[in-house]
């Protein structure tokens, strides 16, 4: 009896085994193509926001800018895309983009920031997703952080970080929301980015704290 008891323990441990080994993964293994979503890290900033009929022109978002900077317009050619104010630090100068492109900004000690609204058929989730993975292209990411910054009902990020260039670090900082229109959605971007190191009044942290901050938002 004993050892029939010893024998169907071995075999207990010996499946048990080849059940552990079976889902383990080794160096050069790639996970599976379908992650189940129930195991997916939530994305922070996102809001409900129901798909309500809009009136014209309507003000979806009247944000109060705080500290320096000028309130200015931004827009794209698509005529249903929503239209926002931003505030621009002092001594930036801004130009009018094409295509997506609402605005490219050039700064000082040689900062740079665009504005881009693009239409998307992704859920806010799966659009921050999408933006955040691409990020700084092929450039290591030194730092990364991303927290959920959720305005006027709409789903808002603020993502910055370092970014290794080929000259040396690359300070980046975004704000991205998502924002439903009558007939479409869109994924508006605020990026701004600089040499590592840029202090003071002017320098990057200050910049980022102008562009970045809420902004308003027109629903054509």
């Known amino acids: 009896m004993r050892l029939r ?3 169907l323990g071995m075999a207990g441990l010996v499946v048990l085994s080849a059940a552990m080994a079976g889902c383990r993964q080794t160096a050069g293994e790639s996970l599976p193509s379908k992650v189940p979503t129930d195991l997916a890290e939530p994305v922070p900033g996102i809001a409900h926001t129901p798909p309500d009929q809009i009136p014209p022109n309507a003000v979806g978002c009247a944000a109060s800018p705080t500290g320096d900077g000028q309130q200015v317009l931004a827009t ?3 005529p249903a895309a929503p239209r926002i104010t ?3 630090p002092d ?9 997506d492109t609402a605005l490219t900004l050039t700064g000082p000690l040689g900062m740079s920031a665009t504005v881009t609204i693009v239409p998307t058929d992704l859920p806010p989730d799966a659009a921050f997703a999408r933006y955040t993975a691409g990020v700084g292209g092929s450039m290591a990411r030194r730092k990364f ?3 959920g910054a959720q305005f006027c009902g709409y789903s808002s990020e603020q993502l910055s970080g370092t ?5 040396g670090g690359i300070d980046f900082a975004a704000r991205i929301a998502h924002v439903r229109t009558n007939t479409r959605q869109y994924l508006i971007a605020i990026h701004l980015q600089g040499p590592t190191g840029l202090e003071g009044p002017t320098g990057f942290s200050a910049a980022s704290s102008t562009l970045t901050q809420d902004f308003g938002v027109v629903i054509p």
């Open 86 to 88: 931003i505030s621009v």
């Open 91 to 99: 001594g930036w100068t801004s130009t009018p983009g094409t295509g």
């Open 76 to 78: 794209v050619s698509d």
């Open 163 to 167: 970014l290794q260039g080929p000259s």
């Open 5 to 7: 008891r010893a024998v």
């Open 145 to 147: 952080s991303v927290t």
